[in-house]
C-alpha cells in the first residue's frame, strides 16, 4: 500500500504493510495553512486573467535535469542488484518514462484517449552542460560512506554532497531512503502581489526518490507496484506545483476542475474502479490520473486543467520561471547527430567525446590508426545525448581516425591521445 506524508511544501510517497494513515500534523499547522491559501490565492487571481489563454499554450517547454547518485558503494562499481550506484540504463529508462508521460505519446504506457487527456507540453533532457560550461551527461556520482538517508532529517546533508544551481537545472538525487518511503518533491513557492510566500530553499529545490523505484523494469527498479517509473512522474508533478487529486482531505479541492472529487487516495495495489461520494453521487476516481496514489502501471492521464495549473505556475514561481528561461542556453536544440571532442590532442584518461542526438537512438563509434586498420569500436543502444570517456576504448597513442556511424549519419574525425 502506497501512502503519502505532507506539508505544504513537501511530498512523501510510502510504502506500509498496514494501513497506516497519513502523518498530517505538519499541515495542521496554521502558518503553513496560510501560505498554502496564500499561493493558491496567487494562482487562482492569475488564473482569473490570464485563465483564457492558458489551455492554448502549446509551446514545448524543456527542463535540463541533473541525476546525483549517492551511493555506498566504496568500489564504486555501478548497476547490479541492490546497488544504489544504479546504471546509466537505469537512469536512461527513467528520462523516456517522464516524457512518454508529460507528452502523453502514442504507443506507451503514458497514453490515453480521454477527452480530458493533456500532453503537457513538458520534456526532460539529461543535462549536456555542468555548471562550469563544460560537457556533461546529466549524471553525477557520489559516494559517501551511509548506508541510507531519512527523509525527514538527511535532505540538507545530501544536497551539500552534490547540487547544480536549481535556477538553471531540475536537480534529482538519487539514494537509499530509510524506513518505507520512496520520495520527497519539493513544491513551488511564488512571492507576487506582495504576499510573503517564498520560493523553497535552493539547495533542496528538487526531487529526492528512492533507487529502487527509479526506471522501468531494470536494474533495481523492477517492482511489480512501483517498479514502472511513475513515482518519479508524480513527485515532479508536485515540483510543478499539482496537488493530489482528492486535496488531501476528504473531498478536498485540488483546484482542477477535470479531476473529480475523490473522498481519499487510492490505496489498492491492484488497478480497480474506486468509487466516491462527494455531492451525494456516487462517482468514479481518476484511478489514472498520475496524482493519486495508484499503482505504477495504472497511471497514464495528467488533465487539460492541471495543465493549465503548472502552466501558471511557470509563470509564478520565480525559480521555475528561471529555470525555464535559462533551459535555452543549457538544452542545445540538436536536429542533427553531432560530436565534440574535449581535450584533443590529449592524454586518453582526459580526452571525452560528447554524443549530442536528436533523441534517444542507437549509434556506434569507430577508430581506426593511420593504415586503415581498426583498433576499437563500441555500439551504443537506445541512448540519450550523452559524454564517452576515451579510457573506455582500448586505443592506442598517436593519430587516430574515429567515426560516429548512425542511422542519421556518418561523421569522421581526427583525434590525437597523447
Known amino acids: 500500500?502506497?501512502?503519502?506524508?505532507?506539508?505544504?511544501?513537501?511530498?512523501?510517497?510510502?510504502?506500509?504493510?498496514?494501513?497506516?494513515?497519513?502523518?498530517?500534523?505538519?499541515?495542521?499547522?496554521?502558518?503553513?495553512?496560510?501560505?498554502?491559501?496564500?499561493?493558491?490565492?496567487?494562482?487562482?487571481?492569475?488564473?482569473?486573467?490570464?485563465?483564457?489563454?492558458?489551455?492554448?499554450?502549446?509551446?514545448?517547454?524543456?527542463?535540463?535535469v541533473v541525476v546525483h547518485v549517492i551511493h555506498d558503494n566504496i568500489g564504486k562499481s555501478i548497476g547490479g542488484p541492490s546497488n544504489s550506484?544504479?546504471?546509466?540504463?537505469?537512469?536512461?529508462?527513467?528520462?523516456?518514462?517522464?516524457?512518454?508521460?508529460?507528452?502523453?505519446?502514442?504507443?506507451?504506457?503514458?497514453?490515453?484517449?480521454?477527452?480530458?487527456?493533456?500532453?503537457?507540453?513538458?520534456?526532460?533532457?539529461?543535462?549536456?552542460?555542468?555548471?562550469?560550461?563544460?560537457?556533461?551527461?546529466?549524471?553525477?556520482?557520489?559516494?559517501?560512506?551511509?548506508?541510507?538517508?531519512?527523509?525527514f532529517g538527511d535532505l540538507s546533508l545530501v544536497s551539500n554532497l552534490t547540487y547544480w544551481d536549481s535556477n538553471?537545472?531540475?536537480?534529482?538525487?538519487?539514494?537509499?531512503?530509510?524506513?518505507l518511503y520512496l520520495g520527497y518533491g519539493e513544491f513551488p513557492g511564488a512571492a507576487v502581489d506582495g504576499l510573503e510566500l517564498s520560493d523553497a530553499p535552493a539547495?533542496?529545490?528538487?526531487?529526492?526518490?528512492?533507487?529502487?523505484?527509479?526506471?522501468?523494469?531494470?536494474?533495481?527498479?523492477?517492482?511489480?507496484?512501483?517498479?514502472?517509473?511513475?513515482?518519479?512522474?508524480?513527485?515532479?508533478?508536485?515540483?510543478?506545483?499539482?496537488?493530489?487529486?482528492?486535496?488531501?482531505?476528504?473531498?478536498?479541492?485540488?483546484?482542477?476542475?477535470?479531476?473529480?472529487?475523490a473522498e481519499k487516495e487510492n490505496d489498492s495495489e491492484i488497478c480497480r474502479d474506486v468509487y466516491s461520494r462527494c455531492q451525494g453521487i456516487a462517482s468514479r476516481n481518476m484511478i489514472e490520473n498520475y496524482m493519486d496514489y495508484t499503482p505504477d502501471s495504472c497511471m497514464n492521464v495528467f488533465t487539460l486543467d492541471q495543465k493549465a495549473r503548472v502552466r501558471q505556475v511557470l509563470e509564478l514561481s520565480p525559480r521555475r520561471r528561471r529555470l525555464v528561461l535559462n533551459s535555452q542556453f543549457?538544452?542545445?536544440n540538436n536536429s542533427e547527430v553531432a560530436i565534440n571532442i574535449v581535450n584533443n590532442p590529449g592524454l586518453k584518461s582526459q580526452m571525452r567525446f560528447q554524443v549530442l542526438l536528436p533523441d534517444f537512438q542507437d549509434f556506434t563509434l569507430r577508430f581506426f590508426d593511420i593504415l586503415g586498420r581498426e583498433v576499437a569500436e563500441k555500439t551504443y543502444k537506445d541512448y540519450p545525448s550523452t559524454v564517452i570517456s576515451a579510457s573506455d576504448f582500448k586505443i592506442p597513442s598517436g593519430l587516430l581516425i574515429m567515426q560516429l556511424i548512425s542511422d542519421q549519419s556518418m561523421i569522421t574525425k581526427r583525434i590525437i591521445v597523447l
Open 1 to 64: 500500500m502506497m501512502k503519502l506524508i505532507n506539508s505544504v511544501f513537501f511530498f512523501l510517497i510510502v510504502i506500509s504493510g498496514n494501513a497506516q494513515r497519513c502523518a498530517l500534523g505538519v499541515m495542521a499547522s496554521p502558518e503553513l495553512q496560510k501560505r498554502h491559501l496564500d499561493f493558491q490565492r496567487i494562482v487562482e487571481n492569475h488564473k482569473s486573467i490570464n485563465g483564457s489563454n492558458l489551455r492554448l499554450q502549446e509551446e514545448i517547454i524543456r527542463i535540463p
Open 85 to 151: 550506484n544504479i546504471s546509466d540504463r537505469q537512469i536512461f529508462s527513467q528520462i523516456k518514462v517522464l516524457n512518454e508521460d508529460f507528452r502523453r505519446i502514442p504507443g506507451t504506457l503514458g497514453f490515453n484517449n480521454l477527452k480530458v487527456g493533456a500532453d503537457m507540453g513538458i520534456e526532460f533532457f539529461l543535462a549536456q552542460e555542468d555548471p562550469n560550461g563544460s560537457p556533461s551527461s546529466g549524471i553525477t556520482r557520489t559516494y559517501y560512506n551511509k548506508t541510507n538517508f531519512n527523509i
Open 168 to 179: 538553471k537545472y531540475l536537480n534529482i538525487w538519487v539514494l537509499d531512503f530509510s524506513g
Open 203 to 261: 539547495k533542496t529545490d528538487g526531487v529526492f526518490i528512492d533507487y529502487e523505484v527509479f526506471g522501468k523494469q531494470t536494474g533495481t527498479a523492477t517492482g511489480r507496484i512501483y517498479g514502472y517509473g511513475r513515482t518519479l512522474t508524480h513527485e515532479i508533478g508536485h515540483w510543478l506545483g499539482l496537488l493530489h487529486t482528492w486535496g488531501d482531505t476528504k473531498c478536498g479541492d485540488d483546484y482542477c476542475i477535470d479531476t473529480p472529487e
Open 330 to 332: 543549457l538544452l542545445p
